[in-house]
């Protein structure tokens, strides 16, 4: 059975950091795809930043150079790095987890930007 649990959001004014993490049981991190969803109020998910078994990463263009997405093998966790963050940032970040058979999500981690 595969568990995806996130933690390491909070409240933080604009300009501040955070550090997502997302702990994995079941599977192993650097064979999937590992990727950082968000969903604002009102707003469909979206990806953000997502890290393949190969290491290639991506970033949806509005946090490229402030995000940055990190894999840890030996912890079989995921993070997400959050600097300079934007009032426009908040949403309940999930983490996800997937291979060719299946998908599998956290239940999500609220970060909240005032400005």
């Known amino acids: 059975q595969v568990h995806v649990v996130e933690s390491g959001g909070g409240s933080v004014q604009a300009g501040g950091s955070l550090r997502l993490s997302c702990r994995v049981a079941g599977l192993t991190v650097d064979l999937v795809t590992m990727a950082w969803y968000r969903q604002a109020p009102g707003k469909q998910r979206e990806l953000v930043a997502v890290?393949?078994?190969?290491?290639?990463?991506n970033y949806e263009d509005s946090v490229q150079g402030r995000f940055a997405i990190s894999r840890d093998n030996a912890k079989n966790a995921v993070y997400l790095q959050m600097n300079s963050l934007k009032p426009e940032d908040t949403a309940v970040y999930y983490c996800?987890?997937?291979?060719?058979?299946?998908?599998?999500w956290g239940m999500g981690t609220q970060v909240a930007v005032s400005s």
């Open positions: 996800n987890a997937r291979n060719s058979f299946h998908t599998f």
């Open positions: 890290i393949e078994n190969t290491g290639s990463i």
